[in-house]
């Protein structure tokens, strides 16, 4: 399986940034798709997730202004991410929440910068 996050960046404090993970496999069997981040000096963090079915979890440090959704035609899974804080500067990264056969590896994420 092969993981391409983009639509990273740099924006302000307040601003809004829409991520994508393109997935090399159909996600339509997939449980549960994820997004991680990681910031410097710090573990990743599971921080959104979306089930077949829809039901989606968040981190409190995000919830309310972030939203996972996952598009089955096109094998992408995005993160919408509004009132951005200087706190959510970190690579984003997608994945199966539970792993499986091939998802034992990780894309390269996407770089958010969170800054004045």
């Known amino acids: 399986v092969q993981l391409v996050e983009s639509g990273g960046g740099l924006v302000q404090p307040g601003g809004s940034l829409k991520l994508s993970c393109a997935v090399s496999?159909?996600?339509?069997?997939?449980?549960?798709m994820a997004w991680y981040r990681q910031a410097p000096g710090k573990e990743r963090e599971l921080i959104a997730s979306?089930?077949?079915?829809?039901?989606?979890n968040y981190a409190d440090s995000v919830k309310g202004r972030f939203t996972i959704s996952r598009d089955y035609a096109k094998n992408t899974v995005y993160l919408q991410m509004n009132s951005l804080k200087p706190e959510d500067t970190a690579r984003y990264y997608c994945?199966?929440?539970?792993?499986?056969?091939?998802?034992?590896?990780w894309g390269q994420g996407t770089q958010v910068t969170v800054s004045p």
């Open positions: 994945n199966s929440q539970f792993g499986g056969p091939g998802w034992d590896s």
């Open positions: 496999v159909s996600i339509y069997s997939v449980y549960a």
């Open positions: 979306i089930t077949s079915g829809g039901s989606t």
